[in-house]
């Protein structure tokens, strides 16, 4: 049995995306018992030179959904960065989930050759569609959606391993 481009990635960022809601709302609930506001706790971050929560909430919704459109070989929809609410938050995290299962197995399966070039600020990148997915994208999700619970770790939220992989 072998495991396709689609099952390797839409499932996968879905079941990320969710997850991180769920991280959201524990810390939400544990920030309004210490009176922390939406603001304040956004704006957290797990040391000064490290991007805020929210832009980690942000980047792992655009890493999932643009490494989508890229695969499928498509214009990636463009999400604003304008997020100032958990409410906010949340809603980008359904829009982003929403646009990943606007996605179907047949526009992404056989995207393992697909040419992808990035343009990054410290230069371009370029991948076949099976490096970028597993080294690259996959990485990149996980990384913000693993920065966005230590932030809220770090605030005093209880959560823990199972918060974070959720349930099967």
Do not use: W
Not at 3 to 10: D, E, G, K, T, V
Request: glycine content about 6%.
């Amino acid at each position: 049995m072998t495991l396709s481009m689609y099952q390797a990635s839409a499932p996968v960022f879905i079941r990320a995306l969710g997850n991180l809601t769920h991280v959201l709302k524990k810390g939400e609930a544990h920030a309004k018992t210490k009176n922390v506001s939406d603001e304040a706790l956004l704006q957290t971050r797990l040391i000064i030179d490290m991007l805020p929560l929210i832009k980690q909430v942000q980047i792992a919704c655009d890493m999932a959904t643009r490494g989508m459109a890229r695969l499928a070989g498509v214009e990636p929809q463009s999400f604003e960065d304008n997020e100032t609410t958990l409410e906010q938050a949340y809603d980008r995290i359904a829009r982003a989930t929403d646009y990943i299962k606007s996605f179907t197995p047949e526009q992404i399966d056989g995207s393992e050759s697909r040419a992808i070039h990035l343009k990054m600020r410290s230069g371009e990148l370029n991948f076949d569609g099976q490096t970028y997915l597993l080294h690259f994208l996959i990485p990149n999700v996980f990384f913000h959606c693993t920065t966005a619970y230590n932030i809220l770790r770090e605030a005093g939220t209880e959560i823990g391993k199972m918060d974070f992989v959720g349930q099967a």
